[in-house]
């Protein structure tokens, strides 16, 4: 996850060079939000995945880099005072505290605008026809039956009571088409066909949910220092959660078989997919 970590950042400072111009707050602006900080999950996901088809690595950093890049705009956009109205992000000032609200939503354009440029040059993969398919998978992640209905689904939470089929679909889009989206680019930089991908989409539907979980548990038991963010918010804005309709008991028991059942998903691999069994297991152990 590190070496990924240091990879990505390394990426995002070659692409987001401050031009000598006056367009160099709104770089200026997407490198505070896109390097340094975060767990990387996303781009992990994209190079562990690609790595069982022997996909080359800096094809797959590169697409890594791209599902990263449209990660952080959704976040720079999810702070902003009309959404969530968040001050601090990966611990430091949200993109609108540090640069302005006007910056912060053309760095959130820019950096979506970047995601997709990434996935359709050539030198991420020379197949124009496995461009076309990641653009295209990335294109309904990010759109109204992903994170952007998932967020407005999060916006209606606030004045209306989900029940937990609802809060499963809000999350599922919100939060789980992104993460599918990231298992999906990796198996479509290997070039395996539909029907080649059902054990990874399950592995992948699972992952995300059990992550919301432990997130949904971080915001009531985490370290705010450790997350790098506030807690406890989904309980102040009096919204549903996996932890408030399922209790903090069953919601534990839950992620933990959501994380099992997503690497028995993963049986049809050896020991080349042990990194993704061990990404499972992680989003039910870390502390932020």
């Known amino acids: ?59 797959a950093l590169k697409a890594a880099t791209a599902l990263e890049a449209l990660h952080v705009y959704s976040l720079v956009h999810d702070d902003l005072p009309c959404m969530d109205d968040d001050d601090l992000r990966r611990g430091k000032p949200t993109t609108h505290v540090a640069f302005g609200e006007a910056e912060a939503v053309l760095a959130g354009d820019a950096l979506h605008a ?79 066909p539909i029907e080649g991908r059902t054990g990874l989409r399950g592995y992948a539907h699972d992952l995300g949910l059990a992550f919301q979980i432990a997130d949904d548990i971080l915001d009531v038991e985490g370290d705010a220092e450790l997350a790098g963010k506030a807690l406890h918010k989904d309980e102040k804005a009096g919204k549903q959660t996996f932890l408030t309709l399922m209790g903090l008991g069953r919601a534990k028991e839950q992620a933990n078989m959501l994380v099992d059942q997503a690497k028995s998903h993963l049986n049809g691999y050896g020991e080349e997919a042990n990194l993704l069994r061990a990404i499972a297991e992680y989003t039910v152990e870390r502390d932020r």
């Open 1 to 59: 996850m590190r070496r990924v970590a240091d990879a990505v950042d390394a990426q995002f400072d070659l692409l987001l060079a401050v031009p000598d111009d006056p367009r160099a707050a709104l770089f200026n602006a997407m490198r505070h939000a896109a390097i340094g900080g975060g767990k990387r999950l996303r781009p992990l996901l994209v190079t562990a995945t690609s790595k069982l088809f022997n996909v080359e690595e800096n094809s």
């Open 114 to 192: 970047l995601a997709f440029d990434l996935l359709a040059d050539e030198h991420t993969h020379p197949d124009p026809f496995v461009r076309a398919e990641m653009v295209s998978c990335l294109a309904k992640a990010a759109g109204p039956s992903g994170m952007a209905g998932g967020q407005m689904m999060d916006l209606a939470a606030e004045t209306s009571t989900f029940d937990l089929s609802t809060v499963t679909r809000l999350q599922q889009l919100k939060t789980g088409a992104l993460i599918a989206a990231c298992v999906e680019v990796g198996a479509i930089l290997g070039r395996v």
